[in-house]
């Protein structure tokens, strides 16, 4: 071996050493929430680690357009329409590259979906309301909006999106039903059984929603492949992951939370929990690219693969966008 590889190899070691030591030493000092702070500044080592997640996504040009076009549709269904949230500025920043109308319908099933949440954890989880949406029913504001936002969005699609759809429906309501009776048995999931619950209480139908807001469906053979079905996996992980991190303060002892399941079954404190999922999420972002590379674009008609493309990079662009509104939003706050 000549002198100089040796060097390159022993700089190599210490390179590597140096920034272990470094980390080790950062990860002592994320920011434990402040009363009164966000708890999504504890995300902030991400934009550092993460070549994706490094800088802010660029807003939709037309974002006062669409947060009036969100305004408009949440008063006419009976749902509140807080400004401070601003599921518009997440939609915005996600579909920035597309048009105003991608953006809008996005940001309407955003305020939906968080409307219900919040609903599924300020009243013990009606979990009835599920089924009034898959029979169609409208007598709650929830299943009104819900039935407005279906004729918009379903008419686009095919037979099989729409079955894809509903089928995403029933995983969170499965999901929300094994919660709650977690919560009645005093039972929490086990960091294992952890990741594949989350992903069904998340929704997992949102990620399918890009499809009709861009008006283009991605072919059924493509959808069930292991490359897309990691994109999409690895996907709702980072953000359900980086939402559990900014939402821990407000969980109020609920141990349906990444960190707190952490900080309870590997004994940790709050910021070595925190580094812990960081950790995860950094690995979950490098899945997302890599599942992204092995996407069989050449095996599509040329407009096909450009619409498979613009689905795959609105993913993409998902990390970033929600962290951008988890650092700015007061839903957290």
């Known amino acids: 071996m000549t002198t100089t590889t040796t060097g390159t190899t022993v700089f190599a070691a210490v390179r590597s050493t140096v920034r272990t030591a470094l980390r080790s030493a950062l990860t002592s000092l ?3 929430p402040r009363r009164g702070g966000s708890a999504a500044l504890a995300l902030l080592p991400l934009t550092e680690r993460v ?7 660029r807003m939709h040009p037309a974002v006062y357009a669409i947060e009036a076009a969100v305004i408009d549709w949440a008063r006419r269904t009976g749902l509140r329409a807080d400004p401070g949230v601003g599921y518009h500025r997440m939609a915005g920043r996600a579909f920035a590259e597309f048009d105003a109308a991608a953006a809008a319908l996005f940001a309407q099933w955003l305020t939906w979906l968080f409307h219900l949440d919040d609903e599924l954890d300020e009243h013990s989880g009606p979990l009835e309301i599920f089924h009034g949406m898959l029979k169609g029913s409208s007598r709650h504001p929830l299943e009104a909006a819900f039935a407005d936002l279906w004729r918009v969005t379903s008419v686009r699609m095919s037979d099989r999106w729409r079955a894809r759809f509903a089928v ?9 039903r094994a919660e709650a009776e977690n919560r009645a048995a005093g039972r929490m999931p086990t960091l294992e059984e952890y990741p594949a619950l989350r992903r069904g209480t998340v929704g997992p139908y949102l990620y399918d929603l890009v499809e009709p807001c861009l ?15 990691q994109l999409v996996d690895a996907c709702s992980d980072v953000t359900a992951w980086c939402n559990d991190v900014a939402s821990r303060p407000k969980e109020r002892g609920d141990v349906h939370n990444f960190v707190v399941l952490a900080m309870r079954q590997l004994g940790l404190g709050e910021r070595e929990a925190t580094a812990w999922v960081l950790d995860r999420i950094a690995g979950r972002c490098l899945d997302m690219r890599k599942a992204a590379r092995r996407l069989p674009l050449d095996d599509l008609e040329p407009k096909t693969a ?13 990390p970033r ?9 007061q839903r957290y706050a």
């Open 306 to 318: 450009r619409d498979v493309s613009k689905v795959a990079c609105a993913y993409l662009a998902a």
């Open 215 to 229: 008006r283009v469906e991605v072919p059924v053979w493509l959808h069930e492949s292991d490359p897309w079905r």
């Open 51 to 57: 070549p994706a997640m490094a800088a802010p996504c």
């Open 30 to 32: 994320l920011p434990l």
């Open 168 to 176: 995403g429906l029933q995983r969170q309501y499965d999901a929300c």
């Open 321 to 329: 966008a929600h962290l951008d509104w988890l650092l700015e939003s």
